[in-house]
């Protein structure tokens, strides 16, 4: 097998489903076994890690997080963030 870009790269997965969750976490470990995944499921959770830690990518699933009106802006809260500077944003609206 061919090693994944993903390989050593630290993921944050964001969505209000685990079931989702898991099965993109068992995908993306299906290709790039070396990547960490930490997941969140709330916008709370999410800001939580993203303010304390730092990933090489961040999944993010707009609808899902919508529960919290806040979690509207999260996309736009976390491009301000100095943690953020080379980090890309995947989301899904």
């Not at 997965?13 to 499921?41: G, N």
Request: charged share 30%.
């Amino acid at each position: 097998m061919t090693k994944s870009i993903l390989d050593g790269k630290k993921i944050l997965a964001v969505d209000d489903e685990p079931d989702i969750l898991d099965v993109l976490e068992e995908e993306i470990l299906s290709v790039a076994p070396q990547c960490k995944i930490e997941k969140a499921t709330t916008y709370y959770d999410a800001k939580q890690r993203l303010t304390s830690q730092t990933y090489d990518l961040v999944i993010l699933d707009i609808m899902g997080i919508r529960a919290s009106i806040s979690s509207i802006y999260l996309p736009n809260k976390i491009s301000r963030w100095p943690c953020s500077r080379r980090m890309p944003l995947i989301r899904n609206r």
